[in-house]
Nanobody, 125 residues
Framework: QVQLVESVGGLVQAVGSLRLSCAAS????????MGWFRQAPGKEREFVAA????????YYPDSVKGRFTISRDNARNTVYLQMNSLNPEETAVYSC??????????????????WGQGTQVTVSS
């Protein structure tokens, strides 16, 4: 098992920045990739970013590319999500996820078998 604990989100003004962190514990040696997803009220869960744990290769949807950066600290078993130029439409619960599965779709939530509790990010206009 892998346990994921996210940092507290918060309230940020439009075009502001926020950094989230997610600390993994347990059987972290099995981690293949980690990712961030978000879900706004009444909307489906949306892929935000992912990083391959070994190589550091990153993935982003076009909606956040150039504004969000995912990074990892292997020694601390922690992944970070730096979010810049946030807009109110990005208000959502942001969740960290990890997968020990090989070959799954990195952008798909079904690939991930471990999830954090989620943290609220609110962007005010």
């Amino acid at each position: 098992q892998v346990q994921l604990v996210e940092s507290v989100g918060g309230l940020v003004q439009a075009v502001g920045s926020l950094r989230l962190s997610c600390a993994a514990s347990g059987r972290t040696f099995s981690t293949v990739a980690m990712g961030w997803f978000r879900q706004a009220p009444g909307k489906e869960r949306e892929f935000v970013a992912a990083i391959m744990w070994s190589s550091g290769i990153t993935y982003y949807p076009d909606s956040v590319k150039g504004r969000f950066t995912i990074s990892r600290d292997n020694a601390r078993n922690t992944v970070y999500l730096q979010m810049n130029s946030l807009n109110p439409e990005e208000t959502a619960v942001y969740s960290c996820a990890a997968t020990s599965r090989l070959g799954g779709l990195i952008t798909g939530s079904g690939t991930y078998n471990y999830w954090g509790q989620g943290t609220q990010v609110t962007v005010s206009s």
